[in-house]
């Protein structure tokens, strides 16, 4: 967890580096929200281990619930979980422990299986 942490410690302290790059995509017109992923690419480029979690969509919802727990100064202690099995959006069942994306891709491709989205009070 520890590359999770300095991301998430980076990100939230956003050192100058950092504000510039979210500056300098900000002119080109891209979003804020984007132009801070972006940003986080840019900064993280040279660094493999960190250019990684911030590459990796789980790894990014990690970070930022890690950036939430620094900003409130929680006294929770988070507790990571290594993936098994499928990567995040396989759509096969390759490997013992399947993706959500491949439950629902076997679920929605049996004609007799009616699937509620919506949620329901």
């Given at each position: ?50 250019n ?12 930022e ?57």
């Amino acid at each position: 967890m520890c590359y999770l942490n300095y991301a998430a410690q980076i990100l939230s302290d956003e050192p100058p580096e950092l504000k510039s790059l979210i500056m300098q995509n900000l002119k080109l017109g891209i979003s804020h929200s984007a132009s801070k992923i972006k940003a986080t690419k840019q900064h993280f480029e040279n660094n493999e281990a960190l250019n990684d979690i911030v590459n990796k969509s789980n790894n990014i919802l990690a970070v930022e619930y890690l950036r939430a727990l620094i900003t409130t100064k929680s006294s929770i202690i988070p507790l990571t979980i290594k993936r098994e099995g499928s990567d995040y959006n396989d759509k096969e069942f390759k490997k013992i422990y399947a993706s959500a994306s491949a439950i629902r891709e076997i679920l929605y491709s049996k004609s007799n299986i009616k699937i509620c989205t919506k949620r329901m009070l």
